[in-house]
């Protein structure tokens, strides 16, 4: 039997030409398919960060407003005094309104619970804070850090100062006298005279990182950059949660309301509406998708 060569020839041609434009046709659905799932992913994102940041935001002006709202009630008879030793300590060391203020609000709270007057507990949280900042920046440590530990360590929980090379031996005769000097002198309870005896220890023990921050002479490193970034990112957080509080507070009160509406409604009614908004769910997840509308065409009169 003969062949005729040029027909198979041309029928495999042919063939190869349809597999090619069906391949083609593939291959542009799944682009098109492919760049709607990239569209849809780039716009949960976008939305998804803008929820962050705005979240973010809100975060660092919530903790500015407490830290100012405990200021106010911890310094009753010095508010303006408190307020300003934190700006002050803000603009000098270049940290958030947020991290100042909570600072000096802290370590006033922790002092005047003990019995400090408040001039007094007002000068200690000044100096605490100032050579927070400045063991921070001469060991490498975390500001916020470094000034819980200091503040802990008043109480008599010293341990924490270890990190940062401080030993305070409360055991000692020596420390025992001082407290008992102190006690003598200014009348101060056990507590109180531990506290400053303690203080006094660790301001002796970090004198070498005394005003390393501002230091004239020495290059800023990269850290205390990544530190001073890291604060005027928080401080710009909080400037756009103050703007957004209005809004936000609103929208969190009426949250608020409905969901106080929701838990007294009786059980038989919450199942209702939780079935309710079940189906409601699924059938905007469906128009989202192509079954989802075939469904919808189907169903459609006409």
């Known amino acids: 039997?003969?062949?005729?060569?040029?027909?198979?020839?041309?029928t495999v041609v042919l063939d190869d030409s349809d597999y090619r434009r069906g391949l083609s046709g593939l291959e542009s659905a799944s682009a098109g398919t492919f760049r709607r799932i990239a569209g849809y992913a780039a716009g949960y994102l976008s939305v998804r960060a803008l929820s962050g940041f705005v979240t973010g935001a809100m975060a660092e002006f919530s903790k500015l407003e407490e830290g100012n709202n405990k200021l106010k009630y911890t310094?009753?008879?010095l508010e303006n005094e408190a307020a300003r030793a934190a700006r002050t300590i803000a603009q000098t060391f270049n940290v958030s309104e947020q991290t100042a203020t909570n600072a000096i609000a802290d370590i006033g709270d922790l002092l005047t619970g003990l019995g400090f007057e408040q001039s007094d507990a007002l000068r200690f949280a000044d100096q605490i804070t100032r050579r927070g900042i400045d063991v921070a920046s001469f060991k490498g440590l975390d500001q916020s850090e470094t000034i819980r530990r200091m503040t802990v360590a008043l109480t008599g929980e010293t341990d924490s100062l270890k990190m940062m090379g401080v030993v305070i031996r409360q055991d000692t005769d020596e420390f025992r006298q001082q407290v008992a000097a102190i006690q003598a002198s200014t009348g101060a309870t056990e507590t109180m005279a531990k506290a400053q005896v303690i203080l006094q220890q660790v301001m002796r023990q970090t004198k070498n990182a005394e005003g390393d921050y501002l230091r004239p002479d020495a290059p800023r490193t990269y850290a205390q950059e990544l530190t001073d970034l890291r604060e005027a990112a928080r401080q710009f957080n909080a400037e756009i949660g103050r703007q957004l509080q209005p809004i936000t507070q609103d929208m969190v009160v009426k949250a608020r309301e409905l969901l106080s509406w929701y838990n007294q409604l009786t059980p038989s009614a919450r199942s209702f509406l939780n079935t309710v908004a079940a189906i409601s769910?699924?059938?905007a997840i469906l128009t989202r998708t192509g079954i989802g509308r075939s469904i919808m065409t189907v169903g459609s009169p006409g």
């Open 281 to 283: 769910t699924a059938m």
């Open 1 to 10: 039997m003969g062949f005729d060569l040029g027909t198979v020839s041309a």
């Open 75 to 77: 310094f009753t008879e």
